[in-house]
Structures are given as C-alpha cells and as structure tokens.
C-alpha cells in the first residue's frame, strides 16, 4: 500500500485529503514524466493523455486541476467527459495514448473522491510509476538518475492544450454493441446506474442490442451518485424487477467497473454467481483457456463446490481486481473476478467492466434459452459469518502460535464442509475472522471459538 495512492488509485475525501492541489500536482509529474520518456527515446512529440470522470460534483475540480498540472508540463490533455473507468483503460489502449486518467472514488459517497491511473496498456499504473508520484508529492523525487526540488513547466509552443474528445466515448459504446452476439428483442432489462458514469452509456447500449430497457438513478445531480443506489444498494432493483415482471435486471457503481445482476424472481446474483454461470458456459464451448477461473480468497465456498462438480479448476488472489488481473495475465486465464461484480473478461478487456458484464450474462440466457434464476440454480451459496476484531498490532495477532493453532484446529473440523479465513484489514487496525459453512450455527461456533483465542492473549483493544 502506498502513501497516497492504495490499490485503486488516490482515494479521499474531496478538499481534505485529497485536495486540487494533489490533482494539479498529479498532473504536473505525468505530463513531466511522459514528455522526459518520449524525449530520451528522441521523440519531440506531445505526450497525449485521456481523461474520464463521473459524476460526483467534486469531479470537476479535480478535473481541470489535472488539466492545469498537464498542460503545465507539456502534455495535452483529451476530455473523455462523464465516463464510465472500463471506457477510460480501452480509449487509453485503442487509441494509443500514454496514460489515462479517471477521477472517481467508485462506490463511495459522493463527498469523497479518487484519481485512478492507467498505463498505455490500459491496465493499472504500474508500482514504480506510483512510487516516483508519490515521491514528487512528498517533494523528494529521483528519476531519470536526477533529483527534482520542483520540475520544469513547458513554455511558449511546449505548452499542452485541452482536446474535446468525447468520440472516444462514442467509441466505446459502438465496441459494446459491437460484443453483442445476440439480440435481446423481446427481453425486459432493468438498469439501475447509481447515479454515476453509466447513466447515459448503459441504456443506449441495451437498446440498440434491441431490449425493452427500464432505467432507475439515471440523474445525477453531482450529490446522489451511489444514494440508495446500484450495486451496493441492490435491493431497489430486486424490487423494481419484480414490480415490473422484468427478465433481469444489473446494477452498476459509481464508476461502472462492477456489476451485480437480479434474476427474473428478485434474487440476487453476485459476482461469484457470474463467475460460475459465465464459467461453465465458456467450459461447455471450449472457451475456458487453462480450464481455470480466477478468484479471490472472499469468494464464497459454495462457488468452488459448484466448480468442483463441474470439473473447473480455479486459482485464489489477494483481495482486489488488481491482483485478479495480474494472475490472469501471467497464467492466460480468461475469466477471474470478485463477489462484489467486478468480473474481468479477458478477451475483452483489461479492467472489471459492468457493462460488459451484463452483456456477457445476458448472451448465456440468449443462448441457453433460460431464465437467469435457472442458470444460477446449480451454485449454493454457503452462509458466511464475519467479525472483526479490533487490535493492538494486526501483524502479532495473526501470527501468535496460540491463534494460528486455533485456526488451524477449525480448519481440520471442517474439512471439505467449510472453510476459515483469517486477514488483516488493510485501512484498519482489524483482524477479520471469516467462516463459512453449511449452516449459520457452525459458522458462530468457529468465528467464537478464534476470536476467544484471539482475546484471551490480549491482542484486543
């Protein structure tokens, strides 16, 4: 974890810890740091970066302060306007730019705020370009054999310019149309989008695929992004899809890289559902490259059961897509994801993406001729208990022999029934204790069992 930026960019809350300083001063180093590339390689050219933003109102602060910080240095700077994060990494790709930038805190509330960044690849920045930013913020950089009180800023011609580039928007909406091997006429599709970056991308995409499209939080105000809304409050389009008898429905964040989707009866169904439903449809055409699946260690173990009984092996990742994405990458697996919907399509992209997502789930009901509650039916979610438990050193906690003993004890009482988890939290002092089991009963009964121990050696606060 860096000083600034965590595994999902530069997070805040806007004006106090994440200030238009820190975005002008963002700016600043990238537009320094591209041009000082294309230079050493005897290259004079401007270096060209895109920028997206969601709605939240504190977006267009940081927006121009990026801008300014850019321009100041000598790159260009092509608006991509309100956007979704997914669209931001392919433009950066497609298009040949040197970075991206996408300014959004994702499914936090509106008064905080993010700066994700995205390389030319249109995967995320890679560590040791976050490490120089954040060594420039910290007013100690060292680069290119140098070290900088203050870097240069571009005059007269050098200077940057500010690009119109909401084409590129465009753009990406044609490619999601472009994936939609069948049409949906005659499908009643629920949207609900947060009141964020996919209010106006999602719905055009479903109604040129030829649905009966029915849209709720499409009207950001720059204050109700994530209000009671999307994927991290899905229980308004549980009720809006049975209300109106729709055939499914998808939820999305603020920034659209993750989707949860409803089934025609009002259930849910999570990331891990995706995975499996998407994974065995892709195992039964010869399309699961490695036969592997990527998870993450919170994925429920219902899914590795349901995997099991249907022969696909699969691989657990730290928590976060970024971890997902890198293993995909180096093993060539084409489908990995989170329980929260951020779902990775490999083949198709090189980030989580909502919408995409829903496209993809709606072409297994198109080709499966059945409804989604049906092809989710064979994954039981086993229940699931978490505490977490507040601690004087996380590190000492977990690695106590007493502890470790405990948790090892549990995992042997539940064998192949059940499994343990225990981690640190990485923004807090916590350590969480996480069981899952067949019945709830089973699941106290083991959270207690390590959490006493965990007490009684007096790691607690």
């Not at 849910?268 to 055409?285: A, F």
Request: charge should be negative.
């Amino acid at each position: 974890m860096g000083r600034y930026f965590g595994t999902d960019g530069f997070r805040g809350t806007a004006n106090i810890n994440l200030t238009a300083d820190h975005a002008f001063r963002v700016g600043r180093f990238l537009g320094w740091y591209y041009g000082e590339l294309k230079r050493q390689s005897g290259d004079v050219s401007k270096p060209r970066i895109v920028i997206g933003k969601d709605t939240r109102r504190s977006s267009y602060m940081f927006e121009y302060s990026l801008v300014g910080g850019l321009t100041a240095s000598g790159a260009d700077a092509y608006l991509l306007h309100v956007t979704t994060t997914p669209s931001v990494a392919y433009i950066t790709r497609v298009d040949s730019f040197d970075c991206g930038i996408m300014i959004s805190a994702s499914h936090n509330p509106y008064h905080d705020n993010g700066i994700k960044l995205i390389n030319s690849q249109g995967e995320k920045m890679e560590e040791s370009v976050i490490a120089l930013i954040e060594d420039y913020l910290d007013g100690r950089l060292n680069a290119f054999g140098q070290s900088y009180d203050e870097l240069p800023y571009a005059l007269d011609a050098n200077i940057g310019c500010t690009v119109d580039y909401i084409s590129g928007r465009n753009r990406y909406i044609a490619y999601l149309i472009s994936l939609g091997m069948y049409s949906f006429r005659g499908m009643r599709i629920g949207l609900d989008c947060a009141n964020g970056a996919a209010w106006n991308i999602a719905k055009a995409v479903f109604d040129a695929l030829g649905a009966e499209t029915h849209v709720i939080n499409a009207e950001p105000n720059g204050i109700n992004i994530n209000n009671n809304a999307g994927s991290t409050h899905i229980e308004n389009l549980q009720k809006f899809v049975v209300e109106k008898g729709l055939d499914a429905g998808f939820a999305y964040d603020g920034d659209a890289d993750r989707c949860l989707c409803v089934d025609e009866k009002g259930n849910v169904i999570t990331g891990d559902h995706i995975l499996y439903i998407y994974g065995r449809y892709m195992k039964e055409r010869g399309k699961l490259l490695q036969n592997t699946v990527v998870t993450t260690v919170m994925s429920n173990f219902g899914l590795y059961k349901a995997f099991d009984e249907i022969g696909i092996e699969y691989a657990k990742t730290a928590v976060g897509d970024k971890y997902v994405y890198e293993y995909m990458k180096e093993h060539g697996c084409r489908l990995g994801g989170e329980q929260s919907g951020h779902i990775i399509f490999s083949k198709y992209a090189s980030t989580g993406d909502g919408i995409l997502t829903s496209l993809k789930i709606m072409e297994v009901i198109a080709a499966r001729k059945k409804p989604l509650s049906e092809l989710a039916a064979p994954f039981t979610v086993y229940p699931q208990v978490l505490e977490n438990v507040k601690v004087k050193d996380k590190t000492a906690a977990q690695n106590d022999p007493d502890v470790k003993a405990a948790v090892e004890k549990v995992a042997d009482e539940l064998g192949t029934s059940g499994r343990i988890l225990v981690r640190e939290s990485g923004t807090e002092p916590l350590v969480r204790v996480m069981v899952e089991a067949e019945n709830e009963s089973i699941c106290h009964k083991y959270v207690d069992q390590v959490v006493a121990v965990i007490r009684s050696k007096g790691h607690t606060v």
